[in-house]
C-alpha cells in the first residue's frame, strides 16, 4: 500500500511552465508504476503521462508531447514522481492527479481503471 501526497500546482501564464510532484510512500513504493491523469470541468479524467516503475520507460499523451516530461526518484521506502510542463496553455487548465499500481514487471499504464491509489489532486490554471 502507498500514500500519494502531490504539490505543485497553481496559475500560470501561457506559456510559462510549472513542476507537479507526487510522493509516494510505503515500504514497497518502488515496486509501483505510476501517471497522472489530469480532468477539466465537464470532461472524464484523461491520462497525460506515465512510467514504469525504475523510471526507465515513460509514455506521454500526444498533446502535451514535447512540452510534458515525466521523472522518478527512488528512495529506499518513497519514490516521487515528478511532472515538467512547459510551455502551458489554456487547453491544460484542469485539475492533475497522481496514480500508483503495483506492478513488478517494467510497463507504463496508461488506463485509469488499472489504477488503484490516487492522489487528492492539484489544480493547474493557465492563462491566456
Known amino acids: 500500500q502507498v500514500q500519494l501526497v502531490e504539490s505543485g500546482g497553481g496559475l500560470v501564464q501561457a506559456g510559462g511552465s510549472l513542476r507537479l510532484s507526487c510522493a509516494a510512500s510505503?515500504?514497497?513504493?518502488?515496486?509501483?508504476?505510476m501517471g497522472w491523469f489530469r480532468q477539466a470541468p465537464g470532461k472524464e479524467r484523461e491520462f497525460v503521462v506515465g512510467?514504469?516503475?525504475?523510471?526507465?520507460?515513460?509514455?506521454?499523451e500526444g498533446s502535451v508531447k514535447g512540452r510534458f516530461t515525466i521523472s522518478r526518484d527512488n528512495a529506499k521506502t518513497k519514490s516521487t514522481v515528478y511532472l515538467q510542463m512547459n510551455g502551458l496553455k489554456p487547453e491544460d487548465t484542469a485539475v492533475y492527479y497522481c496514480?500508483?499500481?503495483?506492478?513488478?514487471?517494467?510497463?507504463?499504464?496508461?488506463?485509469?481503471?488499472?489504477?488503484?491509489?490516487w492522489g487528492q489532486g492539484t489544480q493547474v490554471t493557465v492563462s491566456s
Open positions: 496514480a500508483a499500481v503495483f506492478r513488478l514487471v517494467m510497463v507504463v499504464i496508461t488506463t485509469a481503471a488499472d489504477y488503484d491509489y
Open positions: 510505503g515500504r514497497t513504493a518502488n515496486n509501483y508504476a
Open positions: 512510467i514504469n516503475r525504475r523510471g526507465n520507460s515513460t509514455l506521454i
